[in-house]
């Protein structure tokens, strides 16, 4: 037998051609797919938005502005807490 890709003569129950390794018969099964990293926002992007919002919530006395500090950091909370759920329920 021939093998169909480089044309070496290989034996009649080779399973592989010696010279360029494609087997010589289709596979039976299909493998399966390779599951993509990621599929949401990177753990990292969740936690700097409460990092920061810590950050503003320890200077929003000193800042002279404490209730737009306040806000400021609850919406970041908000926001990665939501980038958090988001993230494990994805994992699932």
């Known amino acids: ?3 169909r890709n480089c044309g070496t003569e ?3 129950k080779a399973i ?3 010279r ?3 087997a010589t018969t289709d596979p039976v099964r299909k493998p399966a797919p390779v599951p993509t990293p990621g ?3 990177p753990l990292l ?3 700097i938005p409460l990092l920061l919002a810590l ?3 320890a200077g929003a006395q000193p800042s002279g502005y404490p209730r737009e500090a306040d806000l400021s950091a609850a919406i970041l909370a908000t926001a990665g807490v939501v980038m958090l759920i988001v993230r494990l329920l994805r994992r699932r």
């Open 1 to 3: 037998m021939q093998c």
């Open 20 to 22: 360029c390794g494609t």
């Open 39 to 41: 599929g949401g926002p």
């Open 16 to 18: 592989v051609c010696y």
């Open 55 to 57: 950050v503003l919530v």
């Open 10 to 12: 290989i034996a009649d």
């Open 45 to 47: 992007a969740a936690i």
